[in-house]
């Protein structure tokens, strides 16, 4: 049973900085496609940034490319999101998921294991 376990979401100011982490417990995640993605109140589930299973691929949302960065330990079968320059518009729950197909989707039905998410607020 694979399992994701989000960590490093809290309350920040703008313009401050966050790291997230998700851990993989299960399945084989060296060969996973990982994507983070994030929920505000009242706004559907959106593709946030993907990473493939080498590392050597990434790909971001327009609305965070420059300020977000998605990288990979498969020794540590996890993976993080640095965020910087953050804003308001940033607040929301952030989810790790695992696509074990390689789909590389920027949409949710593309990822078939998630994590329980983590809260990110950014206060003005």
């Known amino acids: 049973q694979v399992q994701l376990v989000e960590s490093g979401g809290g309350l920040v100011q703008a313009g401050g900085s966050l790291r997230l982490s998700c851990v993989v417990s299960g399945g084989t995640f060296s060969v996973y496609f990982m994507g983070w993605f994030r929920q505000a109140p009242g706004k559907e589930r959106e593709f946030v940034a993907g990473?493939?299973?080498?590392?050597?691929?990434?790909y971001y949302a327009d609305s965070v490319k420059g300020r977000f960065t998605i990288s990979r330990d498969n020794g540590k079968k996890t993976v993080y999101l640095q965020m910087n320059s953050l804003t308001p518009e940033d607040t929301a729950v952030y989810y790790c998921?695992?696509?074990?197909?390689?789909?590389?989707?920027?949409?949710?039905?593309?990822?078939?294991?998630w994590g329980q998410g983590t809260q990110v607020t950014v206060s003005s």
């Open positions: 998921a695992a696509d074990p197909y390689g789909l590389a989707s920027r949409l949710p039905r593309g990822y078939n294991y």
């Open positions: 990473i493939h299973w080498s590392g050597g691929s990434t």
